[in-house]
C-alpha cells in the first residue's frame, strides 16, 4: 500500500516454535517425548507424550498364577524393585487372608529401605548431574552398587530380585549379612555428607534448582502427587504412618516436609528421607526376632529343596503349585504402599481360581509425569530437564 508517496514495511509476525524433548534426549530419563512450544527460550506450553515403552504387564499379569506374576512387579519400576514386590505380595496376601511370620517382616522392611536408598541415590545424583555437576554420581553409583551385591547375596539376582512371596520371602538371610548392612549403612552417611558440602550449599545448584517447578499442596493434591513430590509441598502424608503394613508401626521414624514445592526443595526432602531410611535399617538390624520367613501353609509357600528330597506330599506341593498355583478365593482388594517415587497402588480382583481375574496398577510416575504440564509453563528450556529429574519418572510403570 502506498501512502504519501512511501511504501510501508510488511508487519513481520513471529510464530512461536514447537520442538520435541526426547524420547532420545539422554536427560529425557527414559523413553519421554515432550512437545514443547517456545517463545524465545521461554516454555509457553508442555505436552508430555508417553506410550513408547507400552508391555502390556497388566494384561500379563491376568494371564499368569499369582507366583508367575511377581516378577513383572520387578519390572516396573527397575530402581526399586524391592519395594514394588511387597506391594503385590500384601495385595495377594490380602486376598487370600493369611498372616506373615515377623521375621519375614522385618526382612522385608529391610529391603525396602535399602530399595529406597538406591533409588535416591540415583535420583540425586543425577539431578545434580543433570545440573552439570558430576562427581557425586560417581559417588552414588558406587554405593549403589554395594546395595546391588546385598541383594545378590540374599536372592542370588541384582536387579530383577523376585525375592519376596506371597507368604513370607524366598529364602531366609545369609550368614554375617546384617553386619554387612550394618557396615554400609556407617559409610552411606558419610557419602550423604560428603554430597551435602558439594551440593547443597553449592550456589550454582541452588541457581539451577531454586524456584523450578514449584508447585502448592492444593495443586500438587488436585494433580494427583504422591511421595516426595507431596511432601515437598509440606503436606505430611506417607503411607508408612497413615496406614502401616509389615510393621512399619514398630519403628521410629521421621517425616521430612518441604516448603515451597519446588526442585530444591525434593533434593532436600530426599537427602533427608535417605537418613530416615539408614535410622529404619538400624532398627531392623537391632531388633529383628528369629523364627520361621515363610508362612507354614503348605498350600501356599514352597517347601524348601531339602523338604523336597524327604517328603513325597512336598515333591507333590511343589509340583502343584508350579503347575497350577494356588486358589484364592473371590474378592477385589486395593493395595497401596510408600514406594521411594510414591504411592504405588495395585487393585486386584480374584474370581477364586489361580489367576487374577482383573489387575490394575497405580503407578508413582503416572501422575507426576501428567503434572509436567502444569509445573512446566513459563520456565526456561534448560530447567526442563532438571524438572524432569526432579520429578523422578520411571517408564515401567508409566508405560506399565
Known amino acids: 500500500m502506498i501512502y504519501s508517496g512511501v511504501v510501508r514495511p510488511i508487519e513481520k509476525r513471529l510464530q512461536n516454535m514447537w520442538i520435541n524433548f526426547g524420547p532420545q534426549h539422554p536427560a529425557a530419563h527414559g523413553v519421554l517425548r515432550l512437545i514443547l512450544e517456545l517463545d524465545g527460550e521461554t516454555v509457553v506450553r508442555v505436552d508430555p507424550h508417553v506410550g513408547f ?30 519395594a514394588n514386590e511387597q506391594g503385590f505380595v500384601l495385595a495377594v496376601e490380602k486376598l487370600l487372608n493369611i498372616e506373615v511370620p515377623p521375621r519375614a517382616k522385618a526382612i522385608r522392611v529391610l529391603c525396602a529401605e535399602l530399595s529406597r536408598i538406591a533409588n535416591h541415590f540415583l535420583n540425586i545424583s543425577g539431578t545434580v548431574l543433570d545440573a552439570g555437576g558430576i562427581t557425586p554420581f560417581f559417588w552414588m553409583c558406587e554405593e549403589r552398587e554395594k546395595i546391588y551385591e546385598l541383594f545378590e547375596r540374599l536372592c542370588g539376582a541384582r536387579v530383577h530380585n523376585a525375592y519376596m512371596k506371597p507368604g513370607g520371602v524366598t529364602q531366609d538371610l545369609p550368614i554375617g549379612f546384617l553386619d554387612d548392612v ?3 549403612c556407617c559409610k552411606v552417611g558419610e557419602r550423604c555428607d560428603e554430597t551435602e558440602d558439594v551440593v547443597t550449599g553449592n550456589r550454582l545448584y541452588y541457581a539451577r534448582t531454586a524456584g523450578i517447578g514449584a508447585v502448592s499442596a492444593h495443586e500438587a493434591i488436585n494433580l494427583g502427587f504422591s511421595g516426595p513430590m507431596l511432601r515437598s509441598t509440606g503436606v505430611k502424608w506417607d503411607l508408612r504412618i497413615a496406614h502401616p503394613y509389615d510393621g512399619y508401626d514398630l519403628y521410629d521414624f ?44 503348605s498350600k501356599i509357600s514352597l517347601p524348601s529343596r531339602q523338604e523336597m528330597k524327604t517328603s513325597m506330599e512336598a515333591l507333590i506341593h511343589h509340583f502343584k503349585l508350579c503347575t497350577e498355583g494356588y486358589v484364592v478365593p473371590p474378592g477385589a482388594t486395593y493395595t497401596a504402599v510408600e514406594c521411594p517415587k ?21 503407578p508413582c510416575s503416572y501422575n507426576h509425569l501428567a503434572g509436567l504440564a502444569i509445573m512446566g509453563k513459563r520456565m526456561m528450556l534448560a530447567d ?14 508409566v508405560d506399565r
Do not use: C
Open 182 to 184: 550394618y557396615e554400609f
Open 384 to 397: 526442563i530437564s532438571i524438572l524432569v529429574a526432579t520429578i523422578d519418572v520411571v517408564f515401567g510403570d
Open 53 to 82: 515403552l507400552h508391555r502390556a504387564t497388566e494384561k500379563l499379569m491376568e494371564n499368569k498364577h499369582y507366583n508367575q506374576s511377581l516378577p513383572f512387579m520387578d519390572r516396573l519400576d527397575y530402581v526399586s524393585t524391592m
Open 254 to 297: 521421621d517425616v521430612p516436609v518441604g516448603t515451597f514445592g519446588d526442585s530444591y526443595d525434593r533434593h532436600l526432602l530426599r537427602l533427608f528421607e535417605l537418613r530416615q531410611s539408614l535410622r529404619i535399617i538400624n532398627q531392623v538390624i537391632d531388633t529383628i526376632p528369629e523364627g520361621e520367613v515363610r508362612t507354614d501353609d
Open 342 to 362: 510414591g504411592e504405588l497402588g495395585l487393585y486386584m480382583v480374584a474370581d477364586g481360581t489361580s489367576k487374577p481375574y482383573r489387575v490394575h496398577l497405580r
